[in-house]
């Protein structure tokens, strides 16, 4: 395992120690609302605060975009974008899920070097399912290899989707596309964790995934894992930047080519 991919790991696992401890005791959560639909509870914050230590104490000059805390150029560019190293942080992704005890949540970390992501890891500390992958070494759960599914028509593929929710002016765009994808798909899942639905597709267990309003953190881990097991990541129009652009396409290579098509057929931003 690449020694940066290790560090991650060891991140996410310390972070994952954190978070189940918690989901022991639910009742005497603090939690605070950031926006409407947008929770952050302390958890979220410990996980992300575990997670920089490790991090930074193995990589003192390294930058750091992280949910909860923002961005730390730490001497590098102030552009993530135009950063050497820079750690993509999501410290507990579907923390609503997390808050109501349905156990479909995960840690993201990426690296992500002068614009491309390098090193990924998704960990679902319910499951204690490890997803990881260093660029051009393919991408695995548990230390075993991956691949996203062989399907190759949208009619046959089960999509994942994540709602606009802190966007509530993109519901109108949103309906348009599920409707038009739920028509088409043999199923529409929304579990609620875009990081662990993006390493549900590099596992073949999604074969492909859409959504609007995206974060950064929420997408850099999952994509890497995606392209490392074969699959394809874009935006809305097919090309290069989703992970600042707010709209992610993925999936396998056929199934990414028939979502694509159908955006373009139904989904008009205005």
């Known amino acids: 395992m690449h020694p940066m991919l290790n560090v991650a790991v060891r991140a996410a696992r310390r972070a994952g120690r954190i978070i189940n401890r918690a989901s022991l005791d639910l009742d005497t959560l603090a939690v605070a609302r950031k926006q409407r639909n947008d929770f952050v509870t302390e958890v979220d914050q410990a996980s992300e605060q575990a997670i920089i230590e490790t991090l930074l104490s193995a990589y003192p000059g390294h930058s750091i975009l992280a949910e909860e805390s923002g961005h730390n150029p730490n001497g590098q560019s102030d552009d993530p974008k135009q950063a050497d190293n820079v750690w993509i942080i999501d410290p507990l992704d579907g923390t609503t899920n997390f808050i109501h005890g349905f156990p479909q949540y995960a840690i993201s970390i990426a690296l992500m070097q002068k614009g491309v992501?390098?090193?990924?890891?998704?960990?679902?500390?319910?499951?204690?399912?490890?997803?990881?992958?260093?660029?051009?070494?393919?991408?695995?759960?548990?230390?075993?290899?991956?691949?996203?599914?062989?399907?190759?028509?949208?009619?046959?593929?089960?999509?994942?989707?994540?709602?606009?929710?802190?966007?509530?002016?993109?519901?109108?765009?949103?309906?348009?596309?599920?409707?038009?994808?739920?028509?088409?798909?043999?199923?529409?899942?929304?579990?609620?964790?875009?990081?662990?639905?993006?390493?549900?597709?590099a596992a073949g267990r999604l074969d492909g995934f859409f959504e609007l309003g995206l974060a950064p953190w929420d997408a850099a881990a999952g994509s890497l894992l995606i392209t490392e097991a074969g699959g394809l990541v874009g935006n809305f129009t097919a090309d290069g930047d989703y992970l600042f652009s707010e709209q992610i396409v993925a999936g396998a290579p056929k199934v990414f080519a028939g979502l694509i098509a159908l955006l373009r057929e139904h989904d008009s931003p205005h």
Request: charged content about 30%; glycine content about 8%.
């Open 117 to 201: 992501v390098t090193q990924a890891v998704v960990y679902d500390p319910s499951r204690d399912e490890l997803f990881t992958a260093s660029k051009g070494r393919g991408a695995f759960l548990n230390d075993r290899r991956i691949r996203v599914s062989k399907r190759i028509r949208v009619d046959e593929s089960l999509i994942g989707t994540g709602f606009p929710f802190r966007k509530i002016d993109m519901l109108d765009r949103y309906m348009a596309i599920m409707r038009a994808v739920m028509q088409r798909a043999a199923g529409l899942r929304r579990p609620g964790a875009a990081a662990l639905d993006l390493a549900y597709v």
